[in-house]
C-alpha cells in the first residue's frame, strides 16, 4: 500500500505482490490469553514499580490501540505517573479507525499539552494508536520529545494482521479504501523506539519493525499483543526511554540481565526471514509499506 496525493488531500494506494505473509496462526492467536496474566502480573509488582526509571514530570499522551479506549491503558499511565510523569489518555472513547476528525482532535490534545506544561511532549501509541502517535510527530515534530509504539503495524501487507476485518467493521471502510491520511512510510522526525513482540498473535513483528536510522530502535519483548501495554518489560522499557532527558538520546542497552529478557531485533529479523520494507518478496515484487488494521 502506498500513498498519493489526490484532489482531497493524501490518500493510499494499494499496490499488492503476488504474494505476501499469510495472517498470524492459529496458535499465535490463542496465546493472546496470555494478555490476563501480563496485566495481573504488572500489577503484583506495584511494589517494585519503583526499581524503574523515574521522569522529570513532562507530558505523555498515551493512543489506545483498535477498538480500545483510555480504560485500556489505564494501568500503564499509572504506572507512568508512579514514576514521575505526567501521562494523559487521548480522550476520545474508543479507537474506531481514522474516522473524520480524528487525527485533528489528536492533534489539539498534543497542542494543549505542550501549551499548558510549555514543554515537549512524549506520544505513546499501542498498536493503532501508534501510527496516529507518528503521523503527530510528524506534523508537528516541534512539539514532540519522544514517539513510542507498541506492537504498530506501520510496515508490511495489510492483510497479514489478524483484526484487518474488525477494523473494516469498526471504521466503516475497507483497508484498501483512500480514506487515510499521513504518510506511513516516512520515518518521523524524531527519537522513535518501537517494542514488538515475536510471538505476537494480531500484529506480525516484521510489521512493527523500525529501519535502521538515527535515534531509531526495536526493542523485543516476549509478549502478547493484548497484553504488550500492560506487560512489565515493556513498560520497564518504557519509562527508561522517557527518562531521557530532553535533547539526550541513547539507544536502549541489552547488557546484562537484560539479555535475559529483550530480545535481539536484528537476529530476530535474521533468524525469522523478515523483509524490511523496500525489500523484495520471493517472486520479486516490491514489498511496499502498509496501514495494518492493529
Not at 482531497?8 to 499465535?28: D, F, K, Y
Not at 526511554?241 to 529479523?269: C, I, M, S
Amino acid at each position: 500500500m502506498a500513498l498519493r496525493e489526490s484532489k482531497n488531500g493524501i490518500g493510499v494506494e494499494v499496490q499488492t505482490t503476488r504474494q505476501h505473509e499469510p495472517a498470524l496462526g492459529l496458535l499465535l492467536q490463542i496465546l493472546e490469553v496470555r494478555a490476563f496474566w501480563e496485566h495481573c502480573a504488572t500489577f503484583l509488582m506495584r511494589p517494585v514499580w519503583r526499581m524503574s526509571a523515574s521522569g522529570d514530570g513532562h507530558p505523555v499522551l498515551v493512543l489506545p490501540g483498535l477498538a480500545a479506549g483510555d480504560a485500556s491503558t489505564t494501568l500503564m499511565r499509572r504506572f507512568l505517573k508512579s514514576r514521575g510523569f505526567a501521562p494523559i489518555g487521548w480522550g476520545q472513547g474508543l479507537n474506531l479507525g481514522l474516522r473524520e476528525g480524528v487525527l485533528e482532535r489528536a492533534h489539539d490534545r498534543l497542542r494543549e499539552l505542550h501549551r499548558e506544561h510549555r514543554r515537549k511532549v512524549s506520544i505513546i501509541g499501542w498498536s493503532l494508536g501508534g501510527l496516529y502517535a507518528r503521523e503527530l510527530a510528524k506534523q508537528s515534530p516541534e512539539m514532540v520529545r519522544l514517539l513510542i509504539s507498541l506492537g504498530s503495524p506501520f510496515t508490511g501487507d495489510p492483510r497479514e494482521t489478524n483484526a484487518w476485518r474488525l477494523y473494516e467493521y469498526a471504521s466503516g471502510h475497507r483497508i484498501d479504501s483512500h480514506d487515510f491520511h499521513g504518510r506511513l512510510r516516512a520515518p518521523p522526525p524524531v527519537p522513535t523506539t518501537s517494542i514488538w513482540s515475536e510471538t505476537d498473535g494480531i500484529v506480525a513483528w516484521r510489521c512493527s519493525f523500525e529501519t535502521r536510522r538515527d535515534m531509531a530502535e526495536n526493542i523485543v519483548v516476549a509478549s502478547s499483543h493484548l497484553g504488550l501495554g500492560a506487560h512489565p518489560a515493556a513498560l520497564f522499557a518504557v519509562a527508561d526511554r522517557l527518562a531521557q532527558p530532553e535533547g539526550h538520546w541513547e539507544p536502549f542497552h541489552r547488557n546484562g540481565w537484560r539479555r535475559l529478557v529483550y530480545g535481539d531485533p536484528h537476529k530476530t529479523r535474521l533468524r525469522r526471514g523478515g523483509h524490511p520494507s523496500g525489500t523484495r518478496d520471493r517472486r520479486g515484487a516490491s514489498m511496499n509499506c502498509a496501514l495494518r488494521a492493529e
